[in-house]
């Protein structure tokens, strides 16, 4: 096999670090994030715990193992004690979950497939994040039909991401409602999603930006309609990035711009879903790793 790490698969760029390339490559087939490689997963016709994850490589010259023998063998838990999560933006990105979980010093062991949803579409959040970049959101369209990246992440790694997603609540989708097909047909009966408090971007004509795209030219966009935006961070992206990461207040600034000029659609609709039980708190609270690691959005 070979090598599987983030490095040879060209999925190594952290967004946290280089905003303009938010989100940044996201996991394309079904895989498990070990340390720092992707490993394959084979789609069987049966629960994910039980799907083969290749290990035949340099580092790892064994034979095959079930997922959930892989992971005990890497000193962690199966997949029954995961929660499944929705990534919309970045967290589909290995490099960033790897990222998150290494700031805090917890293991990077994550189960990372490809699904389709129905029912959600991807969208842009209405506020500017402290990498300096628009985030993803989710938001309602009942006959959409998107491919996400759900991570199955133990107790731990949840409250980890949970710290770093302070611009959104975790809210839980039923299966019921809105259909999650794993590739190997197997539906689930739910999962974890984030949703922006401060609701998703219009454009000119009122209905949501288009999310999960080129950053660059997202801000580009951004600028070019507000003279406001453009006299605090502008003129161009790369300035855009610089300034607001640099400086909280214009972060802050530019948020209320969105309101007040009325590029903002509130998300009521999730509110029924919302997950009370989870409180993340201020990233600046968290303790830092090393100076190469940038804070999150």
Known sequence: MKDRTLEALGLADVPAEQPLIYPGRPVAEPGLLAGGELLPLRVRPRRLGAWYVGRRTDRHPGPDQQLDQALSALGQVGTGQRHPV????SNASPAQVRNKLMRLGLPVAVPMVPVRVRGIAVGCSAHIGRAGYVAAAPYLVP?????????????AQLKAVDDTEIHYHRAILPGDRFPLTMPSGERLGGAYIYVSVHGVLVGPDGRPRPGGGDQRELIAALLQDSARLRELLGPDPQTWVLRAAADRELREQGTRIFGEEGRLLPQTDFLPYVDDSAEPRLYDELPPLGDSLSPLA
């Open 143 to 155: 006959d959409a039909e998107t491919t996400l990246v759900v991570s199955w992440l133990d107790a």
């Open 86 to 89: 929705l990534a919309v933006g």
